[in-house]
């Protein structure tokens, strides 16, 4: 049974940096790629950025140049590395493992807040 566990959420400053971490486990590691997500109250939870199984990128533009994904194959681990945030950040962020054709595996989310 494949889990994502996610950690590294909290409350920060605006301009703040954190670093969440998504440890997987039930799972080929390293042949899938892996997503963040975010849902924002109120709003409809938006992908954040990608990795793909070789190690490219993607990111969404409300994000370029601030954060960025990472993954430690050895460890079945994935990273966002979260810069310069704003307050508009602040939302529920998900791990994510896709799968063709079905929707694959989530985290239970990890709570960014922005705020001062």
Not at 82 to 96: D, R
């Amino acid at each position: 049974q494949v889990q994502l566990v996610e950690s590294g959420g909290g409350l920060v400053q605006p301009g703040g940096s954190l670093r969440l971490s998504c440890a997987a486990s039930g799972t080929i590691f390293n042949i899938y790629a892996m997503d963040w997500y975010r849902q924002a109250p109120g709003k409809q939870r938006e992908l954040v950025a990608v990795i793909s199984s070789g190690g490219s990128t993607n990111y969404a533009d409300s994000v370029k140049g601030r954060f960025t994904i990472s993954r430690d194959n050895a460890k079945n681990t994935v990273f966002l590395q979260m810069n310069s945030l704003k307050p508009e950040a602040t939302a529920v962020y998900y791990c994510h493992q896709p799968r063709l054709g079905w929707a694959g595996y989530w985290g239970q989310g990890t709570q960014v807040t922005v705020s001062s």
